[in-house]
């Protein structure tokens, strides 16, 4: 089985910085395009940002210069580090990853259960 666990997210003030992680566990064999995504309430799943096994990076217009994304190849971890927080960038912020699991011959898409962010005024 494969688990993406986030952790992080928080209650914190406009203009504030945050870092979310999301570790990757279990019979994983390769991990390629990992990234991270928001929903906000009454609103569609929207994509934050992505990253590529060899760090190559791809942003919303709404967060380019304020977030950056990493990962930790050796440790199956994707980071985001949100700074200047705004309020619209309340959600509930999702991992997901392209992943190829032991056994298997073909990559399959995971995602995270969720990590809330509330920016308040």
């Known amino acids: 089985q494969v688990q993406l666990v986030e952790s992080g997210g928080g209650l914190l003030q406009a203009g504030g910085s945050l870092r979310l992680s999301c570790a990757a566990s279990g019979s994983i064999l390769r991990i390629n395009a990992m990234g991270w995504y928001r929903q906000a309430p009454g609103k569609q799943r929207e994509l934050v940002a992505t990253?590529?096994?060899?760090?190559?990076?791809n942003y919303a217009d709404s967060v380019k210069g304020r977030f950056t994304i990493s990962r930790d190849n050796a440790i199956n971890t994707v980071y985001l580090q949100s700074n200047s927080l705004k309020l619209e960038d309340t959600a509930v912020y999702y991992c997901n990853a392209a992943i190829l699991k032991i056994g298997s011959t073909w990559f399959e898409y995971y995602w995270g259960q969720g990590t809330q962010v509330t920016v308040s005024s």
């Open positions: 990253i590529t096994r060899d760090g190559s990076t």
